[in-house]
């Protein structure tokens, strides 16, 4: 019959090969076959490797993990989006471009698609809950979603009937959704169930899982049994009834029982099978399939394909088909994500919004192997840049597909300098572009990677940056891709905040683009835009001002002068760009700030300060300091004010001084809760800070990081009470990691603390509300509220309020805490060969001199420790202040009259090292070592 309908019979030898049709059945291939098989132009030179049909749509997958549909699209079947009522050709769903799916599956009017990582995807009719997504869509989807209830299952396979989905998961359990009107999902009920249910009647592990329009086929492979339910009417669920099945029923299968409840394990088990399903047909393959029924042809580097790639030799046959397979790897973010996947599980339990699922350790190792041969790394960037890149412009691909952000700053080829225009810039020109939600997850992911993995990154896009400045920037498009990769870090800078700076702040600092653009310049730009229109904000060119994270800490600081210059001016009409343009044109020769005179006299330095700081003008502090001693007119200004601030804030700062509090290691200092002196002291405090800041000096100011943050509304931390006080800090730790259930009980805590000398009350009425398991956390957020908050919010307030007398707080938001700090105290910029090289030398020394020379010596061989206790001797300060250690100028010369008994004495004021003429290394080692410990500077035998 078949053949004289035009099908041409196909012959297996029956030792091999039984096909089992229920006769019923032979009319379902009765229907006249097309007059002609014809070619699919649009797929032409694309390896496909499987194919799915539903009622009036089709779906393809290819090798490189593309998914193509075409066909009707009423429901949403193709994917692609509504307003396509259908595709008379295939056409790729972008929306899952990037996944690397190994499967796809038709309903009637549904598909599913299968990512080797295990993520499942749906779209189309949902009228039945078919879809997975707990939700009934009457009008479709027209987009592929996750099935997220999929996602903790590990699927192996998923099949589509008309209305229903059953999925098969890699621990061989059966889960069934949709309609159920026929029993086809197996729960012994006709209801319809809108999320995946396992069918719990199906205690074996499963192999196989194929629907029918309204029937379920179950392989079950250790007993050799075949189940079937559903729709029956017409014998499809094999099971010797026409009544349908509501629950998983044995198939009668040759050799078996007529009885389906008779039938004994083992009946067909002596053969491998391969079932089949149709519209209304079952069918049964035995014998080894010769089809491929897996998980497709997805292309990935593995072992065995890098090894090939790596000893293949050059002009064969086998060089040809792997220069071929790298093409289309790396062609395919699919297939590069496919690549690397790792074995963890945290992506699947988590959700790849939380944790991603390639293995960036394991890409870095294979593309450092894969570099070593020219001819791959050719091939590589020619992929990159002709498909690959191009493809990833989407500007909202699925979260997956964003893996491969992560894979490409691994290879080589993304550092090279050649390679910015084509390739990375694109990239991340594609990275800028992403939707809000994709660089959320992107930026979640960062701050997952280990540290190495994160510089790697940020290197990228520091090359980048530095190459484009070089060559100038010339064009509006030259500013707008600079500020795609400006952008870029900044998300990078985010990630890494959020992960308390694994990458230094100084690692983001772009030291060449002030000299591009002038620090003048560019707040009059980011001044100007302020004012603007955001939707115009494209035609706008580079502002740092806006990602203040490439500006090193000398760069913020000069910002502060910048700015008070500006204000200088009188009134500016920032909105007149006629007003703006003649301030840049002009922007070198600003008039200098003027001074303000700061007279004192040693004997009185604190009240004489305070009281000139008290009577002067707001405007005042923003101009350039000179302090005057009555005995050191027209000297080294830097000198004396370095004196000044050193020996006030040390004033202020002593115990015996009544301002504040100190911990019981003298390690840290706090505002007080009960303060011994008026208010208005933390005031003139807040602008002697203020003022250190301004003029590029440093101070020792023994308070913990919470200070910096609060001046730029950044919440303290437990972190940061460890700080100040480590025996409360640790205490609290070891509540929040006490394991046992006991809290209450163990512990006996209440809502108060001991702090300061006095007991308070955290909550009202704390002292009766204890401490358990679950509001302990809200115990230790209150204890750290206390501390740095409500304890000394007054005090606090009036110092913040004469910082920013002197600080403008917008320019002070540009400084991270950390920033803020160091500005204040000093960096830890320790180049010990820039202060022998800045040094100066006086009274007969030079260079050369051989007791400068064993100086040096002996310097340069002390640790670290002692080298800070020298700085200390020398400065007052163990910290390098912003200008740069080379900014010291050290000047050496002999103390007049010494011996060597005598021990080196320093003038803390102008930086003078009084060095006796040591005749040995020994002495000269000895004698330094024993004045550190006088970090006053001057000391005698």
Not at 216 to 232: A, N
Not at 254 to 281: C, K, L, M, W, Y
Not at 301 to 325: C, M, N, P, R, Y
Not at 899 to 922: A, I, K, R
Request: aromatic share 10%.
């Amino acid at each position: 019959v078949l053949q004289d309908q035009g099908w041409e019979p196909v012959r297996y030898s029956i030792a091999d090969w039984a096909l089992v049709v229920p006769a019923t059945y032979v009319n379902t291939f009765l229907s006249p076959p097309p007059p002609i098989n014809r070619i699919i132009q649009a797929l032409g030179g694309i390896q496909i490797c499987q194919v799915a049909c539903g009622n009036y749509h089709s779906l393809a997958l290819s090798r490189d993990g593309a998914v193509y549909s075409w066909g009707k699209n009423s429901v949403g079947q193709l994917g692609l989006g509504k307003g396509v009522p259908f595709k008379l050709i295939p056409s790729q769903v972008v929306s899952i471009s990037g996944a690397p799916v190994t499967r796809v599956c038709a309903g009637a009017e549904h598909s599913f698609a299968i990512s080797l990582s295990g993520a499942v995807y749906a779209w189309g009719a949902n009228n039945a809950g078919q879809l997975g997504i707990n939700r009934v869509d009457e009008t479709g989807r027209f987009n592929p979603c996750p099935v997220a209830a999929l996602k903790l299952l590990g699927v192996s396979s998923v099949s589509c009937g008309d209305a229903h989905t059953a999925v098969l998961a890699k621990d061989g359990s059966v889960y069934t959704f949709g309609d159920g009107t026929y029993g086809q999902l197996g729960h012994n009920s006709t209801a319809r169930e809108l999320r995946p249910r396992k069918v719990e009647a199906i205690r074996e592990r499963a192999s196989q899982v194929q629907c029918g329009s309204n029937h379920t086929l179950v392989y079950l492979p250790s007993s050799g049994l075949l189940l079937g339910f559903g729709r029956s009417t017409e014998g499809q669920t094999g099971t010797g009834s026409t009544a349908n099945q509501l629950q998983p029923s044995p198939v009668l299968l040759p050799g078996s029982s007529e009885r389906a409840d008779t039938a004994e394990e083992g009946d067909f088990n002596s053969r491998q099978i391969t079932v089949f399903t149709g519209h209304n047909a079952s069918f049964i393959l035995t014998g080894p399939s010769k089809h491929p029924t897996g998980a497709g042809g997805l292309l990935k580097i593995d072992t065995q394909t890098l090894q090939k790639w790596l000893t293949v030799e050059f002009g064969s046959k086998q060089w040809k088909e792997a220069k071929s397979e790298i093409g289309e790897i790396c062609s395919s973010a699919s297939c590069l994500i496919a690549s690397f996947l790792s074995d963890s599980t945290e992506a699947l339990d988590g959700g790849r919004a939380h944790y991603f699922g390639v293995d960036v350790e394991a890409a870095r190792d294979v593309f450092r192997q894969l570099q070593k041969k020219h001819w791959i790394i050719t091939q590589m960037t020619t992929s990159f840049k002709d498909k690959l890149i191009p493809s990833l412009q989407s500007p909202a691909p699925n979260v997956e597909a964003l893996e491969v952000f992560l894979i490409l700053p691994e290879i080589s080829v993304f550092h090279e300098e050649k390679n910015i225009p084509d390739l990375i810039l694109p990239l991340s020109s594609a990275i800028a572009n992403l939707s809000d939600a994709s660089s959320k997850i992107l930026r979640t992911w960062w701050t997952m990677l280990p540290v190495s993995h994160m510089n790697k990154i940020l290197q990228m896009f520091r090359r980048v940056i530095s190459c484009k400045l070089k060559g100038l920037i010339k064009s509006m498009r030259d500013h707008l891709l600079l500020k795609d990769v400006l952008q870029n870090m900044k998300l990078l800078f985010k990630a890494n905040k959020q992960v308390k700076f694994l990458l230094p702040v100084s690692a983001f600092y772009m030291d060449e683009v002030v000299p591009f653009v002038p620090i003048v310049v560019d707040m009059l730009s980011w001044r100007f835009y302020q004012q603007e229109d955001l939707s115009t904000d494209v035609h706008s060119p580079v502002i740092l001002c806006r990602f203040p994270f490439a500006l090193n800490l000398l760069a913020k600081v000069q910002m502060l002068h910048v700015d008070a210059q500006l204000r200088n001016l009188g009134h500016i009409d920032f909105h007149n760009p006629v007003v703006i343009q003649n301030l840049i044109r002009r922007a070198h020769n600003l008039p200098p700030l003027p001074v303000f005179r700061l007279q004192v006299r040693r004997t009185h330095l604190s009240a004489d300060a305070l009281r000139r700081i008290d009577l002067a003008e707001d405007r005042d502090f923003r101009k350039q300091l000179m302090v005057q001693f009555p005995d050191k007119q027209n000297q080294d200004q830097r000198g004396i004010q370095r004196e000044f601030f050193c020996r006030i804030c040390s004033e202020m700062l002593q115990l015996e001084s009544g301002m504040f509090w100190h911990n019981e290691s003298s390690t840290a200092i706090w505002f007080p809760t009960k303060p011994s002196v008026e208010k208005k002291r933390y005031f003139l405090f807040g602008i002697l800070c203020g003022l250190v800041v301004f003029n590029y000096n440093t101070v020792r100011l023994p308070f913990p990081l919470a200070l910096f943050k609060k001046l730029v509304d950044v919440k303290p931390t437990l972190e940061d009470l460890k700080e100040l006080e480590p025996v409360l800090g640790k205490s609290l730790q070891d509540l929040l990691d006490y394991s046992g259930e006991d809290v209450e009980e163990s512990l006996s805590l209440t809502f108060s603390v001991s702090w300061d000398g006095m007991e308070v009350d955290l909550v009202p009425d704390g002292k009766s509300k204890r401490v358990n398991k679950s509001n302990r956390r809200e115990f230790v957020n209150a204890c750290v509220d206390y501390v740095f908050n409500t304890s000394v919010r007054a005090l606090f307030e009036e110092f913040r309020r004469g910082f920013l007398k002197v600080c403008d707080f917008e320019i002070l938001s540009f400084f991270q805490p950390q920033e803020i700090m160091e500005a204040m105290t000093g960096t830890t910029d320790y180049d010990w060969h820039k202060l022998k090289q800045s040094a100066l030398y006086e009274g007969g020394y030079h260079a050369d001199h051989p007791t400068i020379v064993t100086f040096w010596r002996v310097f340069l061989d002390l640790t670290t420790a002692q080298k800070k206790s020298f700085l200390v001797f020398l400065t007052g300060s163990d910290r390098i202040p912003i200008l740069g250690i080379d900014c010291l100028k050290m000047t050496v010369m002999p103390l007049s009259s010494s011996t060597e008994e005598h021990l080196p004495e320093v003038n803390v004021c102008f930086l003078q090292l009084l060095l006796p003429g040591y005749s040995t290394e020994d002495t000269m080692r000895r004698k330094l070592l024993q004045a550190l410990p006088h970090s006053s500077g001057s000391w005698k035998t």
